[in-house]
Nanobody
Framework: QVQLVESGGGLVQAGGSLRLSCAAS????????MGWFRQAPGKEREFVAA???????????YYSTSVKGRFGVSAERGKDTVYLQMNSLKPEDTAVYYC??????????????????????WGQGTQVTVSL
């Protein structure tokens, strides 16, 4: 059973930055790609970013158009942890952010990892609030 624990959420002013972390139980990165989703009140959960690998030193990143250029996803394999660096935050980024694990495709896969139906395991979420 894969367990995922997010941390790093909080309250930040517009234009500020936050870094979210997602700690995974065990060495799962050889089997799973990792994604970040968010859900704002009254809205559906939406894809934010994902990271996958074809080897320990070759990874691929995927972003939604709404965060591309502002957010960065990365991983520290030795710590089984994935990060979401969020810069230039806007009030519309306010949401609960979730990390999730999806079956890994060991190649760059355009259009993959963007549906929550691809993901088998989910964390509990961490709240991010961006004020004006």
């Amino acid at each position: 059973q894969v367990q995922l624990v997010e941390s790093g959420g909080g309250l930040v002013q517009a234009g500020g930055s936050l870094r979210l972390s997602c700690a995974a139980s065990g060495r799962i990165f050889s089997t799973y790609a990792m994604g970040w989703f968010r859900q704002a009140p009254g809205k559906e959960r939406e894809f934010v970013a994902a990271i996958s690998w074809s080897s320990p030193n070759t990874w691929y990143t995927y972003y939604s158009t709404s965060v591309k250029g502002r957010f960065g996803v990365s991983a520290e394999r030795g710590k089984d942890t994935v990060y979401l660096q969020m810069n230039s935050l806007k009030p519309e980024d306010t949401a609960v952010y979730y990390c999730a694990a999806a079956q890994l495709r060991p190649y760059y896969c355009s259009g993959c990892y963007q549906s929550d139906r691809e993901y088998q395991y989910w964390g509990q979420g961490t709240q991010v609030t961006v004020s004006l």
